[in-house]
């Protein structure tokens, strides 16, 4: 199959359920939120040795505030361990950012992280309660002005690890294709890329140390693909991932769709593929090929 | 005293000794070395809640591999949590970022981190020792070209909590005046702002609530001027803080001194304070006074 | 009346009708489609002393070639100084730019600029014609990739000098309520401030220098409010304007609704006016109570 | 000669001699000084259509307000010409900006151009002198606070047309070589890159329409080769330029060469040219292959 001239590899990508959290940070003025935004979702791109995996979600068109504002997602394996990093991001990297405030960010949650309700506390009593465009929300003083908290912010069973594989004639043209695929895909609202862009693909295990839980995954190295036994086509000369976790198994199947459309309007492009550890992590499978059909 | 016409309390900042890592990332590209830094360092304002503590230091005016790049900080108390925490910022947040590579950022280091050492096994077998410009590198492939990463990474002691608080009529002047002065302090090389500003400044346990580790410092809420005992003057009702942390105790005075100065030229501006535990914490007191004979 | 506490004068602001032409800048990525965006706005803020007035109106949803783009306009008084203009600076800063191509933004045009169909004999007989997607487009070779053009571009009537008057107690609060407004003006498709924020009104002509056409209009300039006959108000310090184009007298009012709104969000914010020439030069008139009945 | 394995044909750049100015534009904060600089360089790559060639030249390290600040140059034939030009860029895009200065940018000026003495009208008698730091300036009020404007701006002969061109395998690869190249170039104090990266060059006059001064230069489009006599060699498939305007030749030619190493560190780059006109137009010659003994 091919996609703009370009050959698309009968793979699938592996895909795991996770919890995910949907969080909006409004501020006064939109480089407020967004540095914020920035802020709150770094180091958080896989959670081998992130305390969580994140990302910015998009602008949003309308705020309970009416001021400008973020939607961000952070993701773990359970919600107890989430509602840890999210009150840790909030607390750290919101709370104490000027003027902004947190809203919840799901309309379809399964449950509810008490943020709101813990974070009050930190208040000493001189936070008040609010029904606020009927949300539950608690208003802690800052030094500026109250920040505005929703007591419960909604987590739903996520899908991530979507994920297509990008490979050129040449790092450049690699590069240039992943980047215009990853603003294609940040466009659709309720998909996050937690790496930008992945320059170095995992595998599990090691060969040679035996210590090791996760090393390179040197099938997709071009420099290595006559020396093991490589996924890398001959002219191959560089390889990207990029990573999607999205709110629905749709979502991230119309991500990976938009992505490698865009990806393969860029010139040097050879061959678009995709992870998977052989069924063994994930529950669902999405196929390259079907996303075309 | 004053600066520009602006009261200064004659109070001090307290200043905590803490171990520093400065590292330096290039990239192909500035947007990339520049994009790579802002992941990395997210999610580092305290070490209350934060991983650790961390902040993007400078531009490179020159680099080993004569790319563009970035120095970046990270703070925590002791050394073998903060190699624990640059090993995983570097390999999660660097190593997977296309065409980035990490050189040491420091000339006086006290002791070395040991991230490429560790890191290199990664590489699965695949990696390459080498010399590099007088530098001890390891090269680890990728699937865009080899991640160069330094042996060791510097680190030392140093100064953490340099901060000031400035006070205002309304809430713009407080913010334009935070960020003028933050963009001043951006300028000195050698001194980070972990938290871009500071909105909720806290104290030590809670008078409410006794499980509490920390909660809010009431006394420099505008809001609540008159009902506890505060620091904030008539006519204030906005506060921020700067905090700045610095590799030296004098790097750490001139940017409070440059950031209070740049702060005092903002129109309704009332008073500079500073932040301080009487003691009980750093070993250091700057005395904002002291800044200006 | 009063928005959000803060009076509203009851005044009105002028508006002229200009011939405003619309059209699509698309790229590889984003970045590049922007940067393009902002050269060839530059130097636009109005036809006193600039060739056109211009602004980026917004970024498309969707495109004709599906890659990213933003929508831009001119302005002038007759079309075929229009055409020169816009001639000029697609020549000039889109032609030259790396990757894009050139469509038509309005769907209601009066009627169409020659761009492309004057434009192609840059390309010296290698240029061609094409269909696209139901437009007529020349392609004309470049360096990198043929440039396409659309044949002609439209232009209609549109609505210039739609226009609010910030006033508050201090620059910091004008500054960031005006900055606040036009970042809830610019979500607004169809309307452009081709002043980012204006600084410095005029009026026609001089009362000392009887060869100048404009001067300063003193009677906004806070620090001249005792000695002449001013508008501004005591307690007030600093003063800035919003000018609005838009494609619709609809789309000028709700742009300035809009702007106004989110001005009076911000705290220092003393009072709205709006500037007018006592209806001499403008058709139509906008009076600011109306937009809140 | 090859730089870092790639072919520098020998040929030569073709400069001239024009009159450049350099002003410097302050402001409250960077951001502020950025946007200005922006606006008051755009539609300016070339003077064949644009009011003039401009460029932003630096960041300033120290300004005489000590605000952040931008350099800022602008170009043209004569200084007739070039007076009507800055006059009307600074009355239009900085005298309206927020909060921002001009000073005088140039030490070693040959003549200068009388922009606050002219302007200073506008102020219309309210205007004040004053001598502020030794620099005799204009002091116009505004609605927010003065606009401080030195009474003179130093130009001096300038060498424009300085370029180098990049020829790659693919667009991306020349595409970001062009952007890594002119990063490298924007680094280096007194030198500007009208246009960002160049897409489409011109030669003088036409070989089809005996109408047009200017037109296509098609012996440096790839796909062209085969049909004309082409400067393309096989195998290269996007080419841009680079174009470089600077204080001195010697700057125009540490430009050139830092470009050029820059540019030749970009995978799939083949060959590195210049441009000139047999040197019909230009006094000077600056050679690649002097470039790098």
Not at 9 to 30: G, H, N, P, Q, W
Not at 194 to 201: D, E, K, L, N, W
Request: aromatic residues 10%; negative net charge; charged residues 25%.
């Amino acid at each position: 199959m091919k996609v703009n001239g370009i050959e698309i590899v009968d793979t699938y990508a592996e895909i795991c359920e996770m919890k995910v959290c949907r969080f909006l940070i409004t501020a006064l003025s939109e480089d407020l939120a967004y540095e914020c935004a920035l802020k709150t979702t770094g180091f958080g791109t896989s959670i081998i040795m992130c305390p969580c995996e994140t990302g910015i979600d998009c602008r949003a068109k309308e705020t309970p505030d009416e001021r400008p504002g973020y939607y961000v997602q952070a993701w773990h394996c359970d919600e107890k361990t989430l509602e840890r990093q999210v009150m840790a991001r909030i607390g750290q990297c919101v709370l104490t950012h000027p003027t902004t405030a947190v809203f919840n960010g799901l309309e379809d949650a399964e449950g509810y992280l008490e943020i709101g309700k813990k974070l009050r506390y930190f208040g000493d009593g001189f936070e008040e309660f609010e029904e606020f465009g009927g949300r539950r929300v608690w208003k802690i003083p800052r030094m500026d002005m109250d920040f505005v908290v929703e007591e419960t912010i909604g987590y739903k069973t996520g899908f991530a690890g979507g994920n297509f594989i990008i490979m050129a004639e040449n790092l450049p043209s690699a590069l240039i294709s992943a980047k215009v695929a990853v603003e294609a895909i940040n466009k659709i609202e309720g998909v996050v890329t937690p790496f930008p862009i992945v320059s170095s693909g995992s595998k599990v295990g090691s060969r040679k140390y035996s210590f090791l839980k996760a090393s390179l995954n040197e099938r997709f190295v071009p420099k290595l693909r006559d020396v093991v036994d490589s996924e890398v086509p001959e002219g191959v000369k560089a390889v990207y991932e990029i990573v999607i976790n999205g709110l629905s198994l749709d979502l991230v199947k119309r991500a990976m769709k938009v992505g490698i459309e865009s990806a393969c309007r860029v010139e040097g492009v050879v061959r678009i593929s995709a992870g998977n550890y052989g069924g063994k992590f994930g529950k669902h499978r999405i196929h390259l090929h079907e996303l075309f059909k």
